[in-house]
């Protein structure tokens, strides 16, 4: 436990910090795996729609200092290349 008025003041503003973090955090893992699960049905249109949705949110987090700049594009370039993939996969087997 801390023992000055400063520390308990910080102890209060990280406790604070740590549940916007984990919202903002939480929102982008959850718009993520709604994305890879549409990716996985071959819904294109809905993966499409959460993957925009994850990365706005990813954006917003790296904005706030809340995930590294590099690890959301580490994280978005993974789920559009997938979503890519699947597009491809859909251009092709229409055009068959």
């Not at 709604?34 to 949705?53: F, P, T, V």
Request: hydrophobic share 35%; glycine share 6%; proline share 2%.
């Amino acid at each position: 436990m801390p023992n000055t008025r400063s520390a308990k003041k910080r102890l209060r503003q990280n406790e604070k910090r740590r549940l916007r973090n984990r919202w903002f955090r939480g929102r982008a893992k959850t718009f993520i795996k709604k994305s890879r699960q549409a990716i996985e049905r071959g819904d294109a249109e809905q993966a499409r729609y959460y993957a925009q949705l994850a990365v706005k949110a990813l954006d917003k987090a790296a904005a706030k200092g809340i995930l590294h700049p590099n690890n959301v594009a580490r994280r978005k370039s993974r789920l559009l290349k997938h979503l890519r993939r699947l597009e491809a996969q859909g251009a092709s087997g229409q055009a068959a």
